[in-house]
């Protein structure tokens, strides 16, 4: 059971080029989240689709799109990328938006701008 | 508002010694979930346990235990008779009453370092 995956786990990129980072779980959960982590700011949710059909803005939404392609998949785009957007990105997956079960994350994925 | 505070940003012990990670939070909810995750090197979070409002006994799984206290607003963490293998991030988190769409509500993190 793979849970909640993530691709790539590391990537370079310029600034200006354009990236889509990947995610996918197999827990049949409803509600999907994307993360930044930065060293003293813990994880600030970036947007989160509470639903399949559904995605909303959280914290931090400026400079990413996302796309809720099925009920397993959720995408995160940088159109152009800049360096304050290298962090590390956790996707993450709970069975419903209004459940009180844990998220579950993914190995997250490290993103550098240069 | 809805905020956790982890006043512990790192913590150093030797090994075998118990440590406890301070959680205080608050929340105008009155039924509210509250987790703690662990973020080891390698970077991965894991889940660690979920607390309810109205539950507030205690909760032991092996060298791990959690102290819920509603009256100081506090979720502690202690580790009793730590190890190397404990050194990593820990997370506590809040579970934020938003409507149909709950959302966690994180602390800054305690980075663990256990010395052998």
């Known amino acids: 059971n793979a849970g909640v995956t993530q691709t790539p786990k590391f990537q370079v990129l310029k600034t200006g080029q354009s990236m889509t980072l990947q995610c996918a779980q197999d827990?049949?959960?409803?509600?999907m989240y994307w993360y930044r982590q930065d060293p003293g700011m813990g994880l600030r949710l970036i947007y989160y689709s509470a639903s399949e059909g559904t995605t909303d803005k959280g914290e931090v939404p400026n400079g990413y799109n996302v796309s809720r392609l099925n009920k397993r998949e959720f995408s995160l785009r940088l159109e152009s990328a800049a360096p304050s957007q290298t962090s590390v990105y956790f996707c993450?997956?709970?069975?419903?938006?209004?459940?009180?079960?844990?998220?579950?994350f993914g190995d997250g994925t490290r993103l550098s701008i240069l | 508002a809805q905020k956790v505070t982890q006043a512990q940003t790192e913590i150093s012990v030797v090994e075998k010694e118990d440590v406890t990670l301070d959680c205080v939070y608050e929340?105008?909810?009155?039924?509210?979930?509250l987790f703690w995750y662990k973020q080891p090197p390698s970077g991965e979070l894991v889940f660690l346990i979920r607390r309810n409002s109205f539950d507030e006994q205690n909760e032991i799984s092996g060298r791990y235990s959690w102290n819920f206290q509603k009256s100081t607003s506090s979720f502690n963490f202690t580790i009793t008779a730590s190890q190397v293998v404990d050194s990593a991030v820990y997370f506590c988190a809040l579970l934020h009453n938003a409507g149909n769409n709950r959302k966690l509500i994180w602390g800054l993190g305690t980075s663990l370092a256990v010395n052998p």
């Open positions: 929340t105008r909810d009155t039924t509210y979930y």
């Open positions: 993450a997956s709970r069975l419903s938006g209004d459940s009180n079960q844990p998220q579950h």
């Open positions: 827990m049949n959960h409803n509600s």
